[in-house]
């Protein structure tokens, strides 16, 4: 969790429900703590800093940050002040720490804000979920004359970028990565296979492919079942659009004795981001399928099988090298 969401020094000097702690002047904040409008978690922080002669104000986010390409909504006691996007606002210091930077947004917030007692920011992570933000505005005006007076700031100081270093938004498939499994995928999962539970101490080590395969929709491989250096996976789409849901991915292999089969399950499942690759191995013998080398890329709505190479006898089975095309022919 960031530093700037855990509470405030002991030094620092309460104005309602802000706390300005300026022991110096580069060290200057006046912050308060924001909640999860749903859950009530403490999840965020609102601040100002000084910048020179004027003002940073940051949001910074302890929970699933806001998407570096969608806008944010800021409104304040239920009217809305102005809709943030991108280019007025940039990471400094940290991925997780937003700082408004356009001098015109920047006075309209810090207007309203003065002036109201509830702001509520409102945004999208990079799965499309929705998240509100909410903190109290009591104390931020005294708060905030107190500032001032001690830093000889400007009657009506400019909001602008801090001093802080630009930081780089991380990737589209970093974003979704980091947001981990949600619940209603791992629910599916438990309530619809027979595999292995995903708190079992054989997964300790296993990775968890998770890919972005578009706007809204998530690839998401929970592993089955573990055996030596073989690990089959279950496979699920997740779509947050407007007409989302959750979908059990199926997959077509080929096996010398029964032809093209469908499965649930993958084995050694792999996840090119950047190409949008899905990729799978498995060396028999097995009691479904002998072996199977194969990819599928992302297209439209589904995943397409791009090649497929596997034994044409299952005495092959363990000699992958001996493997033929299976498709395309």
């Known amino acids: 969790m960031l530093a700037v969401l855990s509470s405030a020094p002991a030094g620092a000097e309460p104005f ?3 706390q300005l702690d300026c022991a110096t002047r580069e060290a200057c904040r006046l912050a308060t703590q924001g909640r999860e409008e749903l859950t009530g978690e403490p999840l965020f922080a609102l601040a100002l800093s000084p910048s020179g002669e004027a003002l940073a104000l940051e949001l910074a986010v302890g929970g699933p940050r806001p998407d570096d ?11 809305l002040v102005h809709v943030l996007r991108p280019g007025e606002f940039a990471l400094h210091g940290d991925a997780r720490r937003f700082f ?3 001098a015109g947004a920047g006075r309209k917030l810090l207007d309203a804000l ?3 007692t509830r702001l509520r920011i409102s945004y999208l992570d990079a799965v499309a979920e929705a998240h509100d933000a909410v903190f109290s505005l009591d104390g931020l005006t005294a708060g905030l004359e107190a500032m001032a007076g001690q830093l000889k700031l400007p009657a009506a100081p400019k909001v602008a970028a801090p001093a802080l270093p630009v930081v780089a938004a991380p990737s589209r498939s970093e974003a979704v990565a980091a947001l981990g499994i949600p619940y209603a995928v791992l629910e599916r999962h438990a309530r ?3 595999c292995e539970a995903t708190d079992s101490d054989a997964f300790r080590n296993v990775g968890i492919p998770i890919g972005a395969l578009g706007q809204t929709a998530v690839l998401y491989a929970i592993p089955c079942t573990v055996s030596g250096k073989t690990v089959t996976y279950r496979l699920y789409m997740r779509d947050t659009g407007e007409i989302g849901g ?9 096996d010398p004795r029964f032809g093209w089969t469908g499965t649930d399950l993958l084995s050694n499942v792999r996840f090119d981001h950047a190409a949008g690759v899905l990729a799978a191995e498995y060396v028999g013998p097995g009691d479904r399928v002998c072996g199977y080398r194969a990819s599928w ?33």
Do not use: K
């Not at 959750?246 to 080929?254: N, R």
């Open 16 to 18: 309602g429900d802000w």
């Open 69 to 79: 390409n969608r806008a944010m909504q800021w409104e304040v006691d239920g009217n």
């Open 100 to 102: 408004v930077t356009d």
């Open 114 to 116: 003065r002036g109201g």
């Open 192 to 194: 619809s296979s027979d």
């Open 246 to 254: 959750i979908e059990t991915l199926y997959f077509a292999l080929h």
């Open 297 to 329: 890329i992302w297209q439209d709505h589904a995943f397409r099988m791009e090649q497929f190479e596997g034994p044409d006898d299952c005495r092959d089975a363990s000699r992958p090298g001996s493997w033929a095309r299976q498709h395309p022919r």
